[in-house]
């Protein structure tokens, strides 16, 4: 089953919801005016796909830190917020009103940056898998977020799409924080059955519209 343009058009509305959900509960925390953007949604079925997917990269290139959620029923995989390690060190240093030094090791974090970034990392996931557990009216059971840092982004795509997660919906995201723009990406490995799923699901929404 491959996803068409109506199928992208409702997983915009639904992921749209959740960003705005994520927005206000970070700018209520961080005190500034947080704007989240998402550009667009694609779905990658084979790891050649990367490498047609110009957000992607700029992410690929150096080190990458990374905020994980796995979820389970009937949707199962693991959410994971993407961004490049130096510009989670400005993102962390703007939250935190701190001063980024330049010239600090951008693979060098803090328990203080780590427990941010997990932080954010919560709220965000949790809002976007909440809108679409919300949406498709379907339960998800989430666990504890876990932040890493990755020396070479390669050791991280190797975990993104295996045998047993071999679809990954890709968002590419900005967040934008005292004018600044800093560009990451939401890549949702799904197991084995739960792209499918998905659609079925989003489907049957689409249905029970119409007939409406």
Known sequence: MDFTESDYDALSEIFNVGIGKASDLLSQIVKKKILLQIPRILVLKSPAEFQTVPELAGLVKGTLMVSSLSFTEQLAGTANLVFPAEKMREFIALCTEEEASCEEDATQFTDVDFDV?????????????????????????????????????????????????????????????????IEGAILVSLAMGS???????LRGIEESLYES
């Not at 498709?136 to 666990?143: E, I, K, Q, R």
């Not at 792209?195 to 699901?201: A, E, H, I, S």
């Open 117 to 181: 970034i997990k932080e954010v990392g919560n709220i965000f996931l949790n809002c976007i898998l909440g809108s679409v557990g919300d949406f498709l009216n379907v339960p998800m059971a989430y666990s504890v977020p876990a932040v890493k840092v990755y020396d070479r982004a390669i050791d991280f795509g190797r975990n993104v799409m295996t045998k047993e997660c071999p679809s990954v919906l890709f968002l590419a995201v900005t967040f934008v924080i005292d004018s600044v723009k």
């Open 195 to 201: 792209c499918d799923r998905l659609l079925q699901f």
